[in-house]
């Protein structure tokens, strides 16, 4: 029998997948935001030209605000003409165009490392109204006594030998990222020190939508528009939670603008959703009509090596599986658009930017490699 791994080991790297995996192709400025009426209010984006970042800004425009950008130049700078954009780079400590500037409110996609959380306090500090940090759900310990975790769940505790070991954004994945969590923890917990009361963290899970860098949930819509039988991994009542990347630049602006601090779970919905739910909403909202489900078990898929989380998005076996509970979010004004509608932005961008010679990379199935698994299935039914 295959050893399984810790949680952490299943999730580090697809909830971190977007610190390494760049875009593919261009980022897209698809998002129709329309900029509303100013509300004399200024909104700073640290980054603000991927995935995350550019679902910040059209939020924050279409709620009025003057927004600016700081960033590199490097990544999609043909992006946001007509805002101001200050160059630096956090991890050479270069935020000298930040000093003395002003903000109602921060919101921070890229805050990795301790230092940067730090160095961008006391840069900012006393000059902002709040600061939002897109922390993550790896944030929490790997192991955790409930099913259920909610923002009093230990958080992963990390050695100051360790925190030595990544200097730069790009090294967060270091040691096959078994930082990545626990650093986040740290960024925010550093930030609440010094600016008490005026941060909000919240803890996305996998991020999905339009510009997504990763392949997760784009497999599993782009294999059920193609019809015929789907390979469906372990427990169909297993709970399948993400975060809509829309969902989540509108979080950060409304709980900045409303200053509504402390740490958030960012991920899942209003109710449960199972996979198995998810997977016919994908073929109701795509009208993949020959599409059917062969569900495979946990045993027969790690006796055949499938890789949790990887050649099976969102899956994990049992053991290792929680509910990221969002109701702290909910009562403080969390809303969650329709799963219908992020399974169609989904399409529509993958539509728009891959062609039919794109190979999955790091996450789903191969299409032989299912066909010889369903055939193995049956096999062992019979």
Known sequence: MTSRPTRRALLRTGLAASVSLPLVGVAQDTSGATAAEGNGKKLLVLGGTRFVGP????????RGYEVTLFNRGVSNPQLYPELEKLRGDRNTGDLDSLRGRKFDVVVDPSCYLPSHASEMAEVLGENIGHYVVISSISAYADVQESYVVDEESPSGIITEENVGKVTTIQEVMVDGGIYYGPLKALCEQKLEELMPGRVTSLRP?????????????????????EGGEVLCPGDPDQDMQ???????????????????GGVFNAVGFDGKVTLQEFLHGCKVVLGSND?????????????HE???????????????????????????????RPIAETIANTMA??????????????????????????????????
């Open 55 to 62: 679902a910040v800004v059209d939020a924050a425009i279409a």
């Open 205 to 225: 899970g996998v991020i999905c939508g339009k510009d997504d860098p990763s392949d997760r949930l784009p497999y599993w819509v782009k294999r059920i528009s």
């Open 242 to 260: 993400f975060t809509d990347v829309l969902d989540l630049g509108g979080w950060s602006v409304d709980f900045g603008e409303r200053g509504v």
């Open 291 to 303: 599409t059917s489900f062969s569900w495979a078990d946990e045993k027969f898929l790690l006796e």
């Open 306 to 336: 499938v890789r949790p989380f990887s050649e099976m998005p969102f899956w994990l076996p049992a053991e290792a599986a929680h509910h990221y509970s969002p109701q702290r979010g909910i009562d403080s004004g969390m809303t969650f």
């Open 349 to 382: 961008w993958w539509t728009a930017t891959r062609d039919a010679s794109y190979k999955w990379r790091y996450y789903g199935m191969a299409k032989d490699r299912e066909l010889d698994l369903l055939g193995k299935w049956h096999g062992s039914q019979e």
